[in-house]
């Protein structure tokens, strides 16, 4: 009985030290896990903290991208206010009409009350008068560009429509490729004094005055052509030459082209006077020539006659000694 107590408690002590390592066993992987969790944690938390850091130490950039999205979203809200003034077109209009009005002067002031209705002016008018009861006039008028059909269909209302042209001109690139070199020549003319104030030497001075004169130049040409566009692009420009129709006969129907025997003989009177006119003229040129000849012909005559009446008397004296001589011979 002792023999088997003894063995028993061996195999007692035997499953006790078994159980202790198995325990020990698992408290050992437990701790490893543990701490392999624990070391992941700590790394997962490193990451983590580092990753603030790192987003921290590109702070600048990453800024500079926060604020690039505002700025990104506030170009494009300015390119949405911007772009209906980028993509609208400039149109230079103009038109040319020519009407027969019955009163020219009527029409005359009814085209000007148009024109100035409409918001434009009278940039010229001339008046020319054909007769004592007939004048004919041109008028230039500028209207804006919104009014130009309606004072267009308006004008070529006011009588009888004898001709009529419009033109439409598209100068939306010129305009902006004068808009983009101002603003150049603006940012060079104010570098250029930039330099001017930081120049020491007084050629460098000299030299930068000319460089800026040149420039200043340039950039009072561009807005003189901006000013030019302008101009054309917001008023439409409608040249009106005004008529009167021809005289009526006594039915009221055109006079008849034809020439008849009145006309003939009126004509025929005026080229018998132009040519009297022009023969007076002719005599009236020649007159001294005609003068100073027939002056030339009496003094040739008077001379003559001198010559004729002294050769009788030369001649005279020479027979009078011959002839007292042959008798002195007898």
Known sequence: MSGNS???RS?????????????GLLLAVGGCGASGDASDSGAKAADGKAA???GFADGPDGAGA???????QADGKAAGKKAPSA??????????LSVEA???????????AAAEGAGGLVASENTERLDDTRETSHLVLRVPQERFGEVLRELSGSGKLLAR??????????????????STQRASVARVRELMDKAEKISDVVELEGELSSRQSDLESLLAQQASLKDRTSLATITLDLTPPDAPGDDGEEKDDDPGFLDALAGGWDAFVTMLRWLAVVFGATFPFLLTAALGVVVWRVLRRRRKARR????????TPGGNGGAAAS
């Open 52 to 54: 603030p850091r790192e």
């Open 87 to 96: 993509g609208a077109s400039h149109v230079i209009r103009t038109a040319t």
């Open 66 to 72: 926060a604020s690039a999205a505002p700025e990104s």
């Open 312 to 319: 009788p008397a030369a001649a005279a004296p020479a027979r």
């Open 6 to 8: 003894g063995i028993d």
């Open 165 to 182: 042209t419009s033109n439409a001109k598209d100068v939306t690139d010129q305009v902006v490729d004068v808009e983009s070199r101002i």
């Open 11 to 23: 195999f007692v002590r035997g499953r006790a030290v078994l159980v202790a390592g198995a325990l």
């Open 102 to 112: 019955k009163s020219v002067p009527k029409a005359v002031a009814a085209a000007r």
